[in-house]
T-cell receptor, first 114, second 113 residues
Framework: NAGVTQTPKFRVLKTGQSMTLLCAQD?????MYWYRQDPGMGLRLIHY???????AKGEVPDGYNVSRLKKQNFLLGLESAAPSQTSVYFC?????????????FGPGTRLTVL | SQQGEEDPQALSIQEGENATMNCSYK?????LQWYRQNSGRGLVHLIL?????REKHSGRLRVTLDTSKKSSSLLITASRAADTASYFC?????????????FGRGTQLTVWP
């Protein structure tokens, strides 16, 4: 039982390049989330999904797209990377009921955009 | 957006001492959660306290919640060097059906051997 995994762990991009971050969970969770963490800012929600085939915007969605084609996977795409997207990205998942809404986090992807 | 705010931003103590971190928030909540993040790692859930609960324990952790003051505290007793980490509070809005968490900026705890 791997929990939540993320690939890649590290990546360096040049401005304008694109990439996709993959998140996978094996806990059969309905909800999945993408966050970014910047120094002194805590975690901010980028996009989230409440089930297969559904996605929604969070607090800071601009410049990112997501897809949830399979229940266990949640992809985060950067179409044209910008230096402001340099950050650590975390994926998380949770069961449906928000009253018991413990979120399980992946280990993170450290992205640098030059 | 509503966000928990932890206090202090940084805390440095000796092993064996107790560590207390506080969190304040702005709106009505369903529950409040505490997470730990070791350097370079993902967040790990520590404890969840619901809005109708006042205190909760888990091992060396004690969490209190005062909804009238919109505040929570996390107490770690008999701290160890391995407790060195950042600690975040996060809230779920009352009536939320989506389970969105709003995180604070964290307290960096350093425990010296």
């Amino acid at each position: 039982n791997a929990g939540v995994t993320q690939t890649p762990k590290f990546r360096v991009l040049k401005t304008g390049q694109s990439m996709t971050l993959l998140c996978a969970q094996d806990m059969n969770h309905e909800y999945m989330y993408w966050y970014r963490q910047d120094p002194g800012m805590g975690l901010r929600l980028i996009h989230y999904s409440v089930g297969e085939g559904t996605t929604a915007k969070g607090e800071v969605p601009d410049g990112y797209n997501v897809s949830r084609l399979k229940k266990q996977n949640f992809l985060l795409g950067l179409e044209s990377a910008a230096p402001s997207q340099t950050s650590v990205y975390f994926c998380a998942s949770s069961a449906r009921d928000p009253t018991y809404n413990e979120q399980f986090f992946g280990p993170g992807t450290r992205l640098t955009v030059l | 957006s509503q966000q928990g705010e932890e206090d202090p931003q940084a805390l440095s103590i000796q092993e064996g001492e107790n560590a207390t971190m506080n969190c304040s928030y702005k709106t009505s909540i369903n529950n409040l959660q505490w997470y730990r993040q070791n350097s370079g790692r993902g967040l790990v859930h520590l404890i969840l306290i619901r809005s109708n609960e006042r205190e909760k324990h888990s091992g060396r952790l004690r969490v209190t919640l005062d909804t009238s003051k919109k505040s929570s505290s996390l107490l770690i007793t008999a701290s160890r060097a391995a407790d060195t980490a950042s600690y975040f509070c996060a809230t779920v809005d009352r009536g939320s059906t989506l389970g969105r968490l709003y995180f604070g900026r964290g307290t960096q705890l350093t425990v010296w051997p």
